[in-house]
């Protein structure tokens, strides 16, 4: 009897056990993927991790790399380094043609002119010229739009047709004025919306490429068709106007009042169709917080009435000293020459306000290293007129390699802008032994996509 007690307790036993256990069956494939995707997940967070330090690790030494070129050409600009500058076109950032980016232009380039002016608006740049320029201004390198100012409009979204159509074309003394002003802010309005950084004036009245046939405000040198106020005394108006917002003749706060006056729509002395352009351009003058921003002006052509008064608007010439090494003195007194109604120049700015430039378009590559090797004595830097034409240049270049071997140099490794790389460094030399080590390399950043 005690045995079946024993029996039927153990039965019990094993019952009450087995209600406990789950009678599904295990889902070990279910189980496996679930540790499987968190290995996954944990492992990509990884890497996702120290992808984004590595890149924050390149950032900063991008950062100091930038931070390096900005104060040296701060000090182009201030005549204590030499001033390197190019003419250039062909500005559209497109990805696959590397000449097309401001940042295939050599590192150590203070400034570039974009030739024929850039009458696009704002909206009309492109992802990629957007990153591009904000690249190209980390380096410290500044863009300003050059050409020949002939008439008012010019360089204008629309040009001169759409401005006669606002403002009119009435010749008097007056209106005359009133134009020259007016074309002045909205030309600075434009250059300020699209991110730029000034503008250099291109000013040949009686030797360049200008139309002179009829009336225009600048050039005009047929009797029948001659400004009222004279071009000399209209071009003279233009550059006080645009010396309110670009250039060295204001800083500080009075710079910074000008600036906030011209996007200002209910400033009492603006024409009532200056609105048009204050308000679309006001958003883009607050975005880029260019209050704060400095803008340059420079001059290149023939300036006729220097005095120590009209110096004082311009940070930088541009010399067009085309086939010869000149100093700026004989520049100026060169140009009065042309015309015979200016006067003789009153005062010489020193040769470290100007740079001499070589025309790469008729193949004066050899002379721009002439020119470098006048800086300090002659000029205060280089220039390349359509700068452009020199990307195709390396040091293998059959005129380079025979330049290298004239002068028995060795140790080049440029392989692109050959030229103008070769003038900054005769500007401001490395040793041979510096340049074995370089390595150049050119580096194209795209926009994240």
Same mark, same amino acid.
């Given at each position: ?171 008097? %003394? ?115 917080? %260019? ?159």
């Amino acid at each position: 009897m005690r045995t079946i007690k024993l029996i039927g307790g153990a039965l019990v036993l094993m019952l009450t056990i087995w209600s406990c256990v789950k009678t599904e069956p295990l889902d070990l494939e279910k189980d496996y993927t679930k540790a499987s995707a968190e290995r996954s997940k944990s492992i990509a967070e990884q890497e996702a991790k120290a992808k984004a330090e590595a890149e924050a690790e390149q950032e900063k030494k991008w950062e100091a790399y930038y931070k390096m070129l900005t104060d040296y050409k701060q000090k182009s600009w201030k005549g204590e380094k030499p001033f390197s500058y190019m003419f250039w076109a062909g500005w559209v950032a497109v990805e696959g043609i590397d000449k097309s980016w401001l940042q295939s232009i050599p590192d150590s380039t203070t400034a570039i002119a974009i030739w024929g002016g850039y009458a696009k608006e704002p909206e009309e740049l492109t992802e990629n010229q957007k990153f591009d320029l904000d690249i190209f201004h980390k380096k410290g390198s500044k863009v300003v739009t050059c050409y020949q100012v002939s008439n008012v409009g010019q360089g204008l979204p629309g040009g001169l047709e759409l401005f006669i159509k606002k403002y009119g074309r009435e010749i008097t %003394a007056e209106k005359e004025t009133e134009r020259v002003q007016i074309y002045a802010r909205d030309l600075a309005r434009h250059i300020i919306a699209l991110n730029f950084d000034g503008f250099d004036i291109d000013w040949e009245p009686t030797i360049g490429n200008h139309s002179r046939a009829g009336y225009a405000e600048f050039v005009s040198t047929n009797p029948l068709y001659m400004p009222v106020n004279g071009y000399h005394a209209n071009m003279i108006t233009f550059i006080k106007e645009l010396g309110k917002y670009f250039g060295a003749r204001y800083e500080g706060d009075e710079r910074k009042t000008h600036l906030r006056n011209l996007f200002d729509e209910n400033f009492a002395e603006y024409h009532e169709k200056e609105k048009e352009y204050i308000k679309k351009y006001k958003p883009y003058f607050e975005k880029h917080n %260019a209050v704060d921003k400095k803008f340059y002006l420079l001059f290149d052509g023939q300036f006729f009435q220097m005095t120590k008064e009209m110096d004082k608007y311009f940070d930088k010439y541009v010399m067009q000293d085309y086939g010869r090494v000149d100093t700026f003195s004989n520049y100026l007194s060169s140009w009065t020459a042309n015309d015979k109604g200016s006067r003789t120049p009153e005062y010489y700015p020193p040769a470290t306000r100007a740079s001499s430039t070589a025309e790469f378009e008729k193949g004066q590559f050899t002379l721009i290293i002439d020119k470098a090797k006048a800086y300090k004595t002659k000029n205060g830097g280089v220039s390349s007129y359509k700068g452009e034409l020199d990307f195709a240049t390396t040091a293998r270049d059959i005129g380079f390699s025979n330049y290298m071997n004239n002068n028995h140099i060795k140790f080049r490794n440029y392989k692109n802008y050959a030229w103008m790389r070769e003038a900054m460094r005769v500007m401001d030399p490395r040793t041979d032994q510096e340049y074995g080590q370089y390595k150049e390399e050119l580096i194209i950043r795209t926009p994240k996509k």
